[in-house]
């Protein structure tokens, strides 16, 4: 069955780093785009960034973009989310997401399969 683990979440110093990690299995990892969300207290999950199959092309939300880095191991059936300059307003279960096929999208529902999430805490 399909699988998606996340890990590396954990408790960090505004301005920090984390990088989080999502293992895949029980699918072709090189056929999905991939994408992380998070979810904050009280809010809806929203999309962070996003990944094509090669790992070539990614997609970020705007509050992001400079900081934050997806990147992909298709010899890993891996993905990743390296986070810098972390700020009090990133802390979120993260969650990754897989879309099977070329197209990369930022819409939530567009995505098939999810991992359990993994905490990040970003304290002022």
């Known amino acids: 069955q399909v699988q998606l683990v996340e890990s590396g979440g954990g408790l960090v110093q505004a301005g920090g780093s984390l990088r989080v990690s999502c293992a895949v299995s029980?699918?072709?990892?090189?056929?999905?785009?991939m994408a992380w969300f998070r979810q904050a207290p009280g809010k809806e999950r929203e999309f962070v960034a996003a990944i094509n199959l090669s790992g070539r092309t990614t997609y970020y939300k705007d509050s992001v973009k400079g900081r934050f880095t997806i990147s992909r191991d298709n010899a890993l059936n891996t993905v990743y989310l390296q986070m810098n300059n972390l700020k009090p307003e990133d802390t979120a279960v993260y969650y990754c997401a897989s879309r099977f096929g070329v197209e990369v999208t930022t819409t939530r529902g567009q995505y098939k399969y999810w991992g359990q999430g993994t905490q990040v805490t970003v304290s002022s």
């Open positions: 029980g699918l072709t990892f090189s056929s999905y785009a």
